[in-house]
Each structure stands twice: as structure tokens, then as C-alpha cells.
């Protein structure tokens, strides 16, 4: 069973890439960085939910939340998680996401998934259910089971990959795997390959480099999806 083609990238790519993007690729969907976040600071995705949406655009809004080790924010701890949890909610009510839609907090480390960072996603999750939000965890394929097992109605987003080398991908066709293909399956989408720089045939706009992602529901954010 196929999934639905999307992509996420640090940074807005801009109104004129995301227009060609969507016109002249099967992607569908996108990551949304929220920000400020502990781990993510550019802004340029925030105020575009509006009109991606107008323009059919899927998305998934990513909360980079505090990490383990490696760049970023590391204050990894059960209150921190309530704070940075009302945190994304806020994000997500700014931005006019929809009460419901599901809004993930982004885990760069592998596994295991152990305290402290148990209490910290325990406790960012119940801060965005009690906000009215629907939790996501973006998680390794590692620990993913242990994830949807300690939060049965987080939508998980598995990271499988075979490099995280940055290598060219070309075409305007891009993998759709059923989310299942992480090695979890009960994933609600897959992160297929990472540092992927896109050459676009015949395309007006620089080549991006991004991420690519399939997933369940060509709008990862919908509520009741």
C-alpha cells in the first residue's frame, strides 16, 4: 500500500519553490518548523501555514525539542517538558493550525528511549493533549515501538535511512513507500532519506537539499486523520 510523498527542509524554501514543488512534483505534503523552538531557531516556515494550506499543501508541523546530545538545546528533564510542550501549542494556535491537528516533537537521538528523555516526551506530550493538540513523536524506527506503546494516540514518524551523507536524487518523482517500510509498523509516516539534494529537470529554482518523508495521510497535521 502506497503512502504520500512529502519532503522537510531546515528552511522555507520560498513561495516560487514550493509553487514549482507542487506543481511539476508528486509531493504533496511538508514539514513546518516551528520556532522558536530549544533546538530550532529559524523563523522562515512560521506565518506560511495560511497560504501553503490555500495552495493544497499538506504539513506537518515539527516541534525540535530538547536533544540528548549533538547540536541543539539539551535540558532534557520532566519540567522542561511541560514548558516547551505549551510552548509548541502556542506556536501552532498562532499559526492558525486547527484545534486537534497533530503538531511532532522532533527526537534526533537513537535509541534507547529511557530517562530522562521518557519524562521529557511524557510530559511534552500530555502538555499539547491538555493544549488540545494531537502529540506526534518523530522518533528513530529504534524505538519507535516503545514510543506508541507509551503514548497510544501519538501519531510516530520513523526515521529509517540508509545514509546520511548528502547524495543527489534526481527526477520530479519521489519515493511513497507505505510508512510501514521503517520497520515499524504501526508508523504514521517514514523519513525515507536525509541530506537529499534534488535535481529538478527543467526547473527555474536552486536545487534544494531536504529530507524525504512518506506518510499515511497527504496532511499529517489533520485532525482525526
Request: a negative charge; glycine letters at 12%; proline letters at 11%.
Amino acid at each position: 500500500m502506497a503512502g504520500f510523498a512529502g519532503f522537510d527542509c531546515f528552511a522555507y524554501p520560498g513561495a516560487a519553490q514550493m509553487a514549482w514543488l507542487k506543481a511539476n512534483t508528486n509531493f504533496v505534503w511538508c514539514g513546518y518548523y516551528l520556532a522558536p523552538a530549544p533546538s530550532h531557531g529559524d523563523k522562515s516556515w512560521m506565518g506560511q501555514r495560511a497560504g501553503l494550506a490555500a495552495a493544497g499543501w499538506g504539513i506537518a508541523p515539527v516541534y525540535v525539542g530538547q536533544q540528548l546530545a549533538g547540536p541543539g538545546s539539551h535540558a532534557v528533564n520532566g519540567p522542561q517538558g511541560t514548558t516547551d510542550g505549551n510552548a509548541a501549542a502556542a506556536l501552532m494556535a498562532a499559526d492558525g493550525f486547527p484545534p486537534g491537528s497533530c503538531v511532532y516533537l522532533d527526537l534526533e537521538d537513537g535509541p534507547p528511549f529511557v530517562a530522562p528523555r521518557t519524562d521529557y516526551t511524557g510530559a511534552w506530550v500530555a502538555a499539547v493533549r491538555s493544549a488540545g493538540f494531537l502529540p506526534g513523536i518523530y522518533c528513530s524506527h529504534g524505538f519507535a515501538a516503545q514510543v506508541q506503546a507509551a503514548y497510544p494516540d501519538a501519531r510516530v514518524w520513523a526515521y529509517k535511512v540508509a545514509t546520511t551523507q548528502q547524495h543527489t536524487v534526481p527526477g520530479t518523482a519521489f519515493p511513497d513507500g507505505d510508512p510501514s517500510g521503517s520497520g515499524f509498523p504501526g508508523a504514521f509516516a517514514w523519513q525515507l532519506a536525509q541530506n537529499c539534494v534534488l535535481a529538478l529537470p527543467g526547473a527555474p529554482i536552486p536545487a534544494p537539499v531536504v529530507d524525504l518523508d512518506s506518510a499515511a495521510n497527504p496532511d499529517p497535521s489533520a485532525p482525526n486523520a
